[in-house]
């Protein structure tokens, strides 16, 4: 233990803030790293892939992983400069194999070397069927098609993620999260939103008929507010898939990019969690639109981190993260959004959050106000550094210097 570390506790102390909670409590939180940052969302099915579904990395910043391998080198040399055991959140598209299925063709064969990988760090595993950057997709029409064998495709391929992502959860003995996006949308305003969400919502039901154990498998849906090519209407709304969830009991998957600019993501949370059992967060950084910018320590998400804990609803949310930047290097991208996580939760941990509670309670808005402008001022970077010490990951100068060497290594992929 430091000298300014025992500073920074006595300070935290004096404002009835007890830094060894908040940083037993920070280690209690998985976070849910996003493969598809690794590879520009490319994914290693043997096939030329088309892009698709809105979905676009920009940047060209050498080192891209080009096989399971590298991917997986590079998500090593990530979790070891961040504090802490996680997830990782895996696409279908990911598969590891020599064999070239459809996407109705998958199996758990194809991703076993995920799962010992993820065994023998101590990871757990999440999933997503990949419903874009497919020739039955260019149209941004997956489970709403018209066309019933298209439909077909995309429930079967659902279905059989769901299959993988339990069994992959009864393997590492930790639920897997399987989440749904689909880019399902118009670009042009369309005349019958009726029949499109009657679509969907007959595909979401026979994908999700089969029940699978709870200690395997957390269905989620994610919603999205538009995308490019869906500018008019995307099927799957906020407004669809708040009521679907609480109608069938899934996750609701709450996407920092997927709403209006001018919406707090934060604000819904506790909204959302009075009708709906878990949460799936997929923190982001839309600028100016959902553009999957790596997360900053800013307002949103410590708005959204605050949110979490003053609420409670850490022990029902799950936190992934989904960004995808390709103009700096990608290991540091994964680097940085997770720490920046990490500490937003742990500047909320960190926050006399009793005080402030009942000097709201009480209408005194002004000593709240006194209050959490001064908590910003308290030494939260001593109490990061000591988690950082305790966890052995570097930061500060020495982070950028291992974040350089590790990219000056990868750089000549070809
Ligand atoms: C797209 C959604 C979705 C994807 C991933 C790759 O707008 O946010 O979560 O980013 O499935
Ligand atoms: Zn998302």
Redo the contacts with the bound molecule.
Sequence with gaps: MTKTYDLAKAMFADWGVDTEAALAALSGVPISVHC?QGDD?GGFERKSGTSGG??QATGNHPGRARTPDELRADLDFAFAQIPGKHRLNL?ACYMDTDQTPDRDQIEYEHFTPWVDWAKGKGLGLDF?PTFFAHAKADENLTLSHPDPGIRDFWVEHGRRCREIAARIGGALGSPVVN?I?VPDGSKDTPVDRMAARQRLEASLDVMLAQPFPQDQLIDAV?S?LF?IGVESMTVGSHEFYLGYAIRKGTALCL?M??FHPTESVADKLSAVALSVGRLLL?VSRPVRW?S?HVVLQNDDLLAMAQELVFAGLLPRTHIGL?FFDATISRTAAWVIGVRNMQKALLRAFLLPQARLKALEAGLDFTARLVLTEEARDLPFAAVWAEHCARADVPMGEALLTGLERYQASVAGRG
């Design positions: 598809w969302v809105g979905i696409h997503n989440n996006w994610e999205k995308g996407d990019g997927h997929h959902d999957d989904d």
